[in-house]
Every structure is written in structure tokens, then in C-alpha cells.
């Protein structure tokens, strides 16, 4: 099964993603990590960092010929879970494997510019925590070991939503008529959200 996530920035994709590679036992290829954990010594770095770190969306040709790499590997032969692909038309001509589910995660701009601002990644372990849900005590405890991904700051968090309004919404528009297209609102808690999601694929 081969599915596809998408959603406005912060909705929670790499969250249920997760979930759901645990579920059904699926690899999650988010593309912004492969594209983040990129070597310093490929050929392409420099150019798709050039445009990550300000927020904007790379080469869709570039970054498809990165992804068929990955989907070629062995952890994908029974398919595989997508984050971050499908957020230009365009794309879909570079890459299409007839996703057998799409999944839209919705939520509004307001949360969305929420959770980024307050999301932070731990410098020992490089997991992701969000400071605006996080206990008094837990901040104590790690506030001095967290950072901020360039691209998680407001001046670019703003800029992903106007791409995202441009570029990725008119996808999503598109995709809405196919039959395996199925939207879950996301502002709730992860679990949640999750519930809600095994249940609108039909997997409890």
C-alpha cells in the first residue's frame, strides 16, 4: 500500500505518520528529513538547502529523482507512507506511483503558526518537542538544550503558508475528487487525531 500525506505546515504528518508506519508496519519516507540529512557531498545539497532554509520548496525534479532512490530500496517493495511529497502540481510529472490513499490532515493557519513557532529539537537526541505544550518544569529541565530550526522561525513559517496557499492548496483541490482521497481535521491531540484517522481508513 503506498499512501500520501498532506496537509498545511505543522499539521501533524510526521506525528501520524509514524503512527501509522507502526500500524501497518509501512516504512514513512518524510521527504523533508531526506532532504534535510542530505551528505555535505552531494551533488545536489547546496541547491536544495539554498532554498529550504528559506522556506521555499525545492526543484520538484530534483527532489523526485532523490526520492526514487529511496522508494527503490527493499524496506519499500510492500509500499510505503509519503510526507511532504504532492505540494506542486508539477510534481506528480516527475513522480506519481498512483498513491492508493491520500490523506489530507487539516487544520487552521492560526494553529499551524502556533505549533511551529513553538517547536524546538533536542540537540542530544534530535527529537522534536513543542514548547507551548511542555510543563513549566519540563522547560527547566531542557530549555537549554533545544534549538530552532532555521525554518521552523516566523518570518518563515509566514512564507511557507503563502506558498502553501499558492501551490500546495490547489493540489489538494484537485485531489479531492478521487476516491481515495480522505480528510481528517487535525487540530486535536495526536491520539486524537490518530483515532480519528484509523477510523476513517477503516483500520480498528
Known sequence: MKILLLGPPACGKGTIGTLLSEKLGLPLIS?????????EKHPHYKEIHKYMDKGELPSQKLVAKIIKE?????????GYIMDGW??????????????????????TEEESVRRVEGRRVCKATGKTYNISTMSKEELARCESDFIQRDDD???VV??????YRVETFPVIE???S???FVEVNAEASPEEVFKNVVKALGLD
Open 86 to 107: 504532492g505540494r506542486r502540481m508539477e510534481g506528480f510529472e516527475f513522480f506519481d506511483p498512483d498513491f492508493d490513499l491520500i490523506l489530507f490532515l487539516n487544520i
Open 158 to 163: 509566514n512564507h511557507r503558508w503563502e506558498v
Open 174 to 176: 484537485s485531489l479531492r
Open 153 to 155: 522561525k516566523k518570518e
Open 70 to 78: 529511496r522508494v527503490g530500496d527493499e524496506d519499500c517493495k510492500k
Open 31 to 39: 521527504v523533508g528529513k531526506l532532504l534535510r540529512e542530505l551528505p
Open 178 to 180: 478521487k476516491k481515495s
